[in-house]
């Protein structure tokens, strides 16, 4: 699995119900970076979006046995969204066999140890999230090989950020 993530500085990722950025760019790259995957995604993360993206599974995770969204495949547990996962990509024509784990705050938690992977987008604020603020979990250094990918100064419009890729040393199966 692969997580997908921008955070700032201070590991807020959201307010709970949004982000506290506009990356454009980044945007972009996380179309790039999940399109033909299947997403596994909190409820919250869900709503914040809206819809389901194109070219990709929305496996919308809740507690709530009456759930439904357009678009979306409901799962009860991590186990159930990743069985949903791969026999998305088993049926999918030009599926890539990724699992994205997309967020939020509680999704994160929930799934980083069955993450080979980070893509990493950090913000360089230190936002307050808010009482409902959404966090990345902290990153053990002992775990995880570090790799900065790109740097991108600020400009009128956009935050300095930079891109980095973190993989798990000892890679687990899922
Ligand atoms: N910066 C980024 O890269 C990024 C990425 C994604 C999201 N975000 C932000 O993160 C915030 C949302 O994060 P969040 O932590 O508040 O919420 P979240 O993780 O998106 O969703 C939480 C919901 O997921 C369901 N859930 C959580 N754990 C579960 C489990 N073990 N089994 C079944 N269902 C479970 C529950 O839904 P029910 O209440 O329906 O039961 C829970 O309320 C937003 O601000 C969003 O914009 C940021």
């Not at 790039?32 to 979006?49: F, H, V």
């Not at 186990?79 to 949903?84: G, M, Q, S, T, W």
Request: aromatic fraction near 6%.
């Amino acid at each position: 699995m692969v997580a997908v993530v921008a955070m700032a500085r201070n590991r807020v990722i959201g307010d709970g119900s949004g982000l506290l950025w506009h990356l454009p760019a980044d945007l972009k790259r996380v179309r790039a970076l999940t399109m033909g995957c299947p997403l596994i995604m909190g409820r919250r993360t869900w709503d914040s979006i809206g819809r389901a993206l194109p070219g990709r599974a929305s496996i919308v995770m809740t507690r709530d046995g009456g759930w439904t969204g357009e678009g979306a495949l409901r799962a009860a547990t991590m186990d159930e969204a990743l069985a949903l996962a791969r026999d998305w990509i088993d049926r999918t024509e030009g599926a890539r066999p990724e699992i994205i784990l997309f967020g939020g705050g509680e999704i994160y938690a929930a799934g980083l140890a069955l993450t080979n992977r980070i893509e990493l987008t950090i913000v360089e604020i230190d936002p307050d999230g808010g009482p409902a603020a959404a966090y990345f979990p902290a990153l053990d250094p002992a775990i995880w090989d570090r790799q900065v990918l790109e740097t991108v100064p600020a400009d009128s419009a956009v935050p300095a950020h930079r891109y980095e890729r973190l993989t798990r040393k000892t890679p687990v199966l899922v």
